[in-house]
């Protein structure tokens, strides 16, 4: 349990920084620190539990706000690359029948 409460330390910490690629590199070493817990480490230390649950629930929060910053960055992009649209150039205007005209 001890181990657990390090890594989402660390988790937090790094969320907190906003250093995803750090993030990305925690998220194996937790997954084999959760599979490392027995059941017993759950009756033994409900308060820890409580904790360990509270720091993921923060994580959780943390991450769903970055989404959410992601996506309404990129939702921007998409509105001024829809607005410099209109500033483009037109293209050469073909004319239809050329044929005809050359005769």
Not at 38 to 45: G, K, L
Not at 51 to 80: N, P, T, Y
Request: aromatic share 8%; charged share 45%.
């Amino acid at each position: 349990m001890k181990e657990v409460m390090e890594l989402l330390e660390q988790e937090r910490e790094v969320l907190e920084r906003r250093d995803y690629k750090a993030l990305q590199e925690l998220l194996p070493q937790m997954e084999r620190a959760w599979g490392r817990l027995r059941e017993e480490d759950f009756q033994e230390e409900r308060g820890k539990v409580r904790e360990v649950l509270k720091m993921i629930e923060e994580c959780s929060r943390l991450l769903d706000e970055r989404m959410r910053e992601v996506i309404g960055h990129w939702a921007q992009l998409e509105r001024f690359r829809r607005g410099l649209q209109g500033y483009r150039p037109p293209e050469a205007v073909r004319p239809r029948f050329v044929d005809g005209w050359v005769r």
